[in-house]
């Protein structure tokens, strides 16, 4: 059992399992400003995982350029990328299978890129192979029959260049983070991160003037936000930070190609969104897609 979570992939997959159920944990909190959720999540993320962390932090040191890739991190992935993906959706009415998830597909491309440009990670003529037959499948498993509907008014080039910023920003912080754990403990990791994700977050709350909102949390979505931290939000950072610490970005950011597959899966079940024979089909080939990228990048 030990051997099975010191396996990386295995444990990228479970963080992208429990990122499948995010959406309905915090379903009843959209009544909130993005920003609130987002700055409440690390807060209480925070305070739950400090008293674990008091020990790794004696005689703590991190080099200047990995503090700024865990603040980079804090800044693009917690805070920008989430407030740029919910603007593109807002841009479109929050229509599904519109240009917003067309184009966050896109994400593993950064992802490969900076991990090229800052890990100097190699990648093979097969990997790419299997890494875009895997995309390809997470587009059908996403857009049933490959249909997108462009049709969604007068904000749809502002969404997309929105959605493309969020794909920037989650793709890039992978490399970040991975550069930041390569040398650091995956806990003290997570707890810089979600220290500078709430003071980053605070400052954006304000610089949107959503203050208000801080003091009208009531007591149910108080819970709400200690039952995500305790499942999706920080348990699920752990866990996809002790995977990534071990996998290389070039395979990660393709393994979190489960989460999109399980989410549709979650709502076929629980509000019966039934899937078509094509992403049934795309999501067989996804799986095995992504064990072949796996096995691409094994030394042999």
């Given amino acids: 059992m030990k051997k099975i979570f010191e396996n990386g992939p295995f444990l990228i997959i479970i963080a992208a399992i429990l990122w499948a159920l995010d959406g309905i944990i915090r379903r009843s909190l959209y009544v909130l400003p993005p920003i609130t959720i987002v700055f409440f999540e690390h807060l209480i993320g925070l305070v739950i995982l400090t008293p674990f962390l008091l020990k790794d932090l004696k005689g703590f040191k991190i080099k200047s350029k990995e503090f700024l890739a865990i603040t980079l ?19 479109v009415n929050f229509i599904s299978f519109s240009v917003v998830f067309l184009i966050q597909k896109l994400q593993p491309i950064f992802a490969i890129f900076f991990a090229k440009i800052l890990l100097k990670e190699k990648t093979t003529k097969k990997y790419y192979i299997w ?53 650091n403990k995956d806990k003290v990791v ?10 980053i977050s605070l ?6 003037n959503a203050q208000s909102s801080l003091v009208t949390i009531n007591f149910s979505q108080a819970l709400r936000f200690i039952v995500i931290a305790l499942s999706t939000g920080m348990v699920g950072l752990l866990i996809y930070y002790k995977g990534l610490k071990k996998t290389e970005v070039k395979v990660s950011t393709i393994l979190e190609l489960t989460f999109p597959v399980l989410a549709i899966f979650i709502d076929m079940f629980l509000y019966k969104t039934f899937l078509s024979p094509t992403q049934l089909i795309a999501a067989a080939a996804l799986f095995i897609y992504m064990y072949k990228v796996v096995q691409s990048t094994r030394v042999k």
């Fill in 73 to 91: 991190v804090s800044l693009l992935s917690s805070v920008l990328g989430t407030l740029w993906f919910t603007t593109a959706l807002l841009k």
């Fill in 131 to 183: 890494a875009g037959l895997a995309v390809v499948a997470a587009f059908f498993v996403t857009f049933k029959n490959g249909a997108v509907n462009f049709k969604t008014g007068s904000g749809t080039i502002e969404a997309a260049l929105y959605a493309l910023g969020a794909a920037f920003a989650w793709g890039s912080s992978t490399a970040f983070s991975r550069y930041a754990l390569i040398n």
């Fill in 190 to 199: 997570t707890g810089l991160r979600f220290a500078m994700g709430t003071v």
């Fill in 203 to 208: 400052i954006f709350v304000y610089i949107l």
